[in-house]
């Protein structure tokens, strides 16, 4: 079964958004016990202009892109670093994190344990208050 997200907008791509530059498009979902990542990034090196770091709980991807065309009357080049950090599920085994290249797609398979960590309440205290009894 693959699973997308309920919400596809990466707020930490909001000033790229608005004030214009590059950004990395994506593609997140989850494929059996493998959350898998789809980045769009065509005509790179993935030896020299990719490079991925774990962070804790965060995947960053960074993207450098250097292209110069020249011909006898016309000269163009695109150049910039464009960097997307994804928040990884709670059940991802960082260790085990692969990542392949082709026809202009990386993708990166993250594995899933199937075992997060439940949640926790942590209570609020209140000076003058007395402290509120566990239910």
Not at 50 to 56: K, Y
Not at 116 to 127: M, Q, S
Request: no cysteine.
């Amino acid at each position: 079964m693959v699973t997308g997200r309920l919400l596809p907008l990466d707020l930490t791509q909001l000033p790229t958004m608005l004030f214009g530059g590059q950004s990395l498009r994506i593609e997140e979902y989850t494929d059996g016990d493998a959350y898998v990542i789809r980045v769009e990034v065509p005509g790179l090196d993935p030896d020299k202009d990719i490079r991925l770091s774990v962070f804790g709980d965060r995947l960053q991807i960074r993207v450098e892109r250097t292209d110069e065309r020249l011909d006898k009357a016309h000269s163009e080049f695109h150049y910039g670093v464009s960097t997307r950090t994804l928040q990884l599920p709670l059940d991802a085994q960082t260790d085990g994190i692969t990542a392949g290249y082709a026809t202009g797609i990386l993708e990166i398979r993250v594995p899933l344990t199937g075992r997060a960590e439940p949640g926790r309440e942590i209570p609020i205290t209140v000076p003058g208050k007395a402290a509120p009894k566990k239910q």
